[in-house]
């Protein structure tokens, strides 16, 4: 069954827009610290792009798990590739950068070339869903951000959390209804933190 257009797509797309918008605003940063991070070979990187890289491999796992369809998975698993080749440039010596990428290169050989790619995930499955994924993105670079006092991005990042869970509480029994417990956890316990993190931000600016 092949997605269709809705009115909750047109939130997301509106969301996209304004992540990529702030992701654009971080890379453009400059200066003595923009070489940051690229010595560290474990742990986090206060980079969004780190971040999106572990959500796709946290979803890779779980769709292995879950047994979704490989069509989707194979559109997915190259986007992935793409996106760390320039992070493994960036961040050389960073192990779970390089173990990723060789997990992402080792299933894709592994798919189906003649998958259905019009497949849809089975109902609740997370790897898609833009509004979820923003969320659980920039939650945990926002968190970073704020953590290292780099107010104005945080609150760009917190802003589109804050957005994406409102949108998500708002059709929990309807378009979301079938995400895993996990995911619906994540939203109801940490919505009401991200809405104080981002008051008390807006207080520091």
């Not at 940051?36 to 990187?45: A, C, F, V």
């Not at 995930?121 to 994924?133: E, L, Q």
Request: glycine share 4%; hydrophobic share 40%.
């Amino acid at each position: 069954m092949q997605r269709s257009p809705s009115l909750a797509g047109l939130f997301i797309l509106f969301v996209c827009l304004s992540t990529f918008a702030f992701a654009a605003q971080a890379e453009e940063k400059k200066g003595l610290n923009a070489d940051e991070g690229k010595d560290k070979t474990t742990g986090d990187l206060k980079d969004q792009d780190y971040w999106w890289a572990k959500w796709d491999a946290k979803m890779l796992e779980e769709a292995i798990k879950t047994r979704q369809p490989e069509g989707p998975i194979s559109i997915n698993v190259a986007v992935a590739l793409r996106r760390l080749e320039p992070l493994v440039k960036k961040y050389p010596k960073h192990e779970d950068l390089k173990k990723w990428q060789t997990r992402f290169e080792e299933i894709d050989k592994k798919l189906d070339p003649n998958a259905n790619r019009t497949a849809s995930w089975k109902p609740g499955f997370p790897w898609d869903m833009s509004n979820y994924a923003q969320a659980w993105v920039n939650w945990h670079y926002g968190k970073m951000l704020a953590d290292d006092n780099d107010v104005e991005l945080a609150v760009a990042m917190y802003q589109n959390v804050v957005q994406n869970f409102k949108l998500i509480s708002e059709r929990e029994d309807t378009l979301f209804k079938e995400m895993p417990d996990e995911c619906h956890k994540f939203v109801q316990e940490n919505k009401p933190k991200a809405e104080k993190i981002l008051a008390d931000l807006k207080k520091k600016g």
